[in-house]
């Protein structure tokens, strides 16, 4: 019997395990280590921090869906990772901390035969003095990374617009909280959110709306942007996404990276060297994303982490990671088959995987601070990740060690992307957009990296219905319900 | 305050280069049928990525 460990239990992890059990069945064993006891469909977080969703609509609990597939659960944190196993055990193994399950603090140590690290990001507030320590968000601002952060900055809103309904004018900052943060999409779709719900309580006149980002343009989302073709046009995101906040009347502060965040205000340095200060009473700034922190050790104990991961914590995997210009930047640096180059039995998916060099031209201030919005690698491309590494997996276990892996290259890749800018079935909207590819090859598509008939997008209350449908389908599979693998990821 | 009017809105500076929906548009964005017709279209252009990313994945001998 073969054992597949799965890190992690978001989009990447989930879908990988769940299709391993399905494709493996009882001959094998398939177990998932997650800290959490429950699911979470992360783009609805956005309407949870508006106060349109309860928490419980975007959570469900993990152990009964696992139970239901016959997958081994433990409700536990992986903290290092032994490729090649030590004196007392001959097989690899990871070492893992209960969280929960009536185990909290209980260690214990994990053989594997196969082993995928989808653990997604550690949330790193600390970097930027004020917004947090380590992973906890700070009292300052608020965040929509998590349920939790969603319910609490819900709840901070509300206490803004009741000052606003009082008459008392209100400033409200949303962004990005470092210069290397990613999730642009995540803070984009709250601040238009933030905005609907302003004019429909009545309230917009009393509140004053401000973007900051370290996006060098409007519309960046850390792709590079995009050219999109809508309604016979090919248009920039970035005068797509300077059109909506105009329309809105938002104001936006690009090119920004936050040095420190205090009580009421932050101050920021931009790209020029400048530096400035923002105040706010109400503040969502999304903290950059680094790897949790696993650490490695080979077979006499000797510290191997840099063999395994990059600095920034995410996993070393079959991407050209060597030093390079921007301009000799290709779509075949980046990852094809996912697994380690070292230890062929181990893969990452998701956001955990070490992206070999962002997509957007990478930007340093006169300081020496870099200003450049790291690739997203989260949703549609998560789970489509996750899935290939799960058919590498059973092919290797089925085929012998020759495989075949299966390619998902991000350069290879489109996404279907929906970004809310306000609900309701008749008044809510969202801009519906498909990117092909991800990571944009020049080769390939001279003009903008991308082809440009299939990266398309527009805006209506269709994109909201869109969303709505996606909201439920994607928890339908989740749970496992009939008919789940038919739902593409 | 409901959408910005034009004049205003591109009286700021930061605003000016930009384009916003008249009231035609603004209209159509919330028109249950057309809105519906456009759900569809993009439903099949979400087919269309989803079978080209099916058509890119291949498998690679180790």
């Given at each position: 019997?073969?054992?597949?460990?799965?890190?992690?239990?978001?989009?990447?992890?989930?879908?990988?395990?769940?299709?391993?059990?399905?494709?493996?069945?009882?001959?094998?064993?398939?177990?998932?280590?997650?800290?959490?006891?429950?699911?979470?469909?992360?783009?609805?977080?956005?309407?949870?921090?508006?106060?349109?969703?309860?928490?419980?609509?975007?959570?469900?609990?993990?152990?009964?869906?696992?139970?239901?597939?016959?997958?081994?659960?433990?409700?536990?944190?992986?903290?290092?990772?032994?490729?090649?196993?030590?004196?007392?055990?001959?097989?690899?193994?990871?070492?893992?901390?209960?969280?929960?399950?009536?185990?909290?603090?209980?260690?214990?140590?994990?053989?594997?035969?196969?082993?995928?690290?989808?653990?997604?990001?550690?949330?790193?507030?600390?970097?930027?003095?004020?917004?947090?320590?380590?992973?906890?968000?700070?009292?300052?601002?608020?965040?929509?990374?998590?349920?939790?952060?969603?319910?609490?900055?819900?709840?901070?809103?509300?206490?803004?617009?009741?000052?606003?309904?009082?008459?008392?004018?209100?400033?409200?900052?949303?962004?990005?909280?470092?210069?290397?943060?990613?999730?642009?999409?995540?803070?984009?779709?709250?601040?238009?959110?933030?905005?609907?719900?302003?004019?429909?309580?009545?309230?917009?006149?009393?509140?004053?709306?401000?973007?900051?980002?370290?996006?060098?343009?409007?519309?960046?989302?850390?792709?590079?942007?995009?050219?999109?073709?809508?309604?016979?046009?090919?248009?920039?995101?970035?005068?797509?996404?300077?059109?909506?906040?105009?329309?809105?009347?938002?104001?936006?502060?690009?090119?920004?990276?936050?040095?420190?965040?205090?009580?009421?205000?932050?101050?920021?340095?931009?790209?020029?060297?400048?530096?400035?200060?923002?105040?706010?009473?109400?503040?969502?700034?999304?903290?950059?994303?680094?790897?949790?922190?696993?650490?490695?050790?080979?077979?006499?104990?000797?510290?191997?982490?840099?063999?395994?991961?990059?600095?920034?914590?995410?996993?070393?995997?079959?991407?050209?990671?060597?030093?390079?210009?921007?301009?000799?930047?290709?779509?075949?640096?980046?990852?094809?088959?996912?697994?380690?180059?070292?230890?062929?039995?181990?893969?990452?998916?998701?956001?955990?995987?070490?992206?070999?060099?962002?997509?957007?031209?990478?930007?340093?201030?006169?300081?020496?601070?870099?200003?450049?919005?790291?690739?997203?690698?989260?949703?549609?491309?998560?789970?489509?990740?996750?899935?290939?590494?799960?058919?590498?997996?059973?092919?290797?276990?089925?085929?012998?060690?020759?495989?075949?892996?299966?390619?998902?290259?991000?350069?290879?890749?489109g996404?279907i992307?929906?970004?809310?800018?306000?609900?309701?079935?008749?008044?809510?909207?969202?801009?519906?957009?498909t990117?092909y590819?991800?990571?944009?090859?020049?080769?390939?598509?001279?003009?903008?990296?991308?082809d440009?008939g299939r990266t398309y997008?527009?805006?209506?209350?269709?994109?909201?219905?869109?969303?709505?449908?996606?909201?439920?389908?994607?928890?339908?599979?989740?749970?496992?319900?009939?008919?789940?693998?038919?739902?593409p990821? | 305050?409901?959408?910005?009017?034009?004049?205003?809105?591109?009286?700021?500076?930061?605003?000016?280069?930009?384009?916003?929906?008249?009231?035609?548009?603004?209209?159509?964005?919330?028109?249950?049928?057309?809105?519906?017709?456009?759900?569809?279209f993009f439903g099949f252009r979400s087919i269309g990525i989803i079978l080209l990313n099916r058509r890119?994945?291949?498998?690679?001998?180790?």
């Amino acid at each position: 019997m073969t054992r597949v460990v799965v890190m992690g239990g978001g989009v990447a992890g989930h879908t990988a395990a769940t299709f391993l059990k399905k494709w493996l069945g009882d001959a094998h064993e398939v177990i998932v280590v997650t800290p959490n006891s429950h699911w979470n469909w992360i783009p609805s977080n956005i309407w949870v921090g508006v106060g349109r969703m309860n928490k419980e609509q975007v959570l469900f609990p993990l152990a009964p869906i696992y139970a239901k597939a016959g997958i081994d659960y433990r409700q536990s944190k992986a903290l290092s990772i032994h490729p090649e196993g030590d004196e007392q055990h001959e097989k690899p193994f990871i070492t893992i901390e209960y969280t929960g399950q009536n185990k909290e603090g209980q260690s214990e140590e994990l053989e594997y035969d196969y082993l995928i690290n989808a653990t997604g990001p550690k949330l790193n507030f600390g970097a930027t003095p004020g917004l947090g320590k380590g992973s906890q968000i700070g009292e300052h601002t608020v965040s929509v990374c998590t349920a939790d952060h969603a319910l609490h900055a819900s709840r901070e809103l509300q206490e803004i617009f009741n000052k606003a309904r009082r008459g008392e004018k209100q400033k409200i900052l949303v962004g990005t909280g470092h210069g290397t943060c990613t999730c642009q999409g995540a803070a984009f779709e709250y601040i238009l959110n933030i905005e609907h719900e302003a004019r429909k309580a009545g309230i917009r006149d009393k509140v004053d709306i401000k973007w900051i980002s370290n996006e060098p343009y409007l519309g960046d989302f850390g792709m590079d942007g995009m050219h999109l073709g809508s309604m016979g046009y090919v248009m920039s995101a970035k005068l797509l996404g300077e059109s909506l906040f105009a329309e809105r009347g938002i104001h936006w502060l690009l090119d920004a990276h936050v040095n420190e965040v205090q009580e009421g205000k932050l101050s920021y340095e931009q790209i020029d060297g400048s530096e400035g200060e923002e105040a706010f009473d109400f503040a969502m700034l999304i903290p950059p994303f680094s790897g949790v922190g696993l650490k490695a050790y080979d077979k006499a104990g000797e510290e191997i982490t840099d063999k395994l991961f990059l600095p920034n914590g995410f996993m070393k995997v079959d991407a050209d990671y060597s030093a390079k210009p921007y301009a000799e930047w290709k779509a075949s640096d980046w990852p094809v088959t996912y697994h380690n180059p070292d230890y062929g039995n181990i893969f990452a998916a998701g956001i955990a995987f070490a992206p070999p060099h962002p997509i957007s031209k990478p930007r340093k201030s006169p300081n020496g601070t870099m200003i450049t919005p790291m690739p997203p690698r989260t949703g549609m491309p998560s789970g489509t990740i996750g899935k290939a590494v799960a058919h590498s997996i059973k092919n290797l276990i089925l085929n012998g060690e020759h495989g075949p892996l299966r390619s998902a290259s991000m350069a290879e890749m489109g996404a279907i992307c929906v970004a809310s800018a306000g609900t309701g079935f008749k008044a809510g909207q969202a801009i519906s957009f498909t990117v092909y590819p991800i990571v944009k090859d020049f080769e390939k598509y001279p003009g903008t990296g991308r082809d440009t008939g299939r990266t398309y997008g527009e805006i209506g209350v269709s994109g909201h219905w869109i969303k709505y449908l996606l909201h439920h389908i994607f928890i339908y599979k989740a749970k496992l319900h009939p008919g789940w693998t038919l739902i593409p990821e | 305050m409901s959408i910005i009017k034009e004049e205003l809105n591109f009286a700021d500076p930061q605003f000016e280069t930009t384009m916003i929906p008249g009231k035609f548009q603004r209209a159509m964005r919330h028109c249950i049928l057309w809105q519906f017709i456009r759900m569809v279209f993009f439903g099949f252009r979400s087919i269309g990525i989803i079978l080209l990313n099916r058509r890119n994945e291949r498998d690679i001998p180790v």
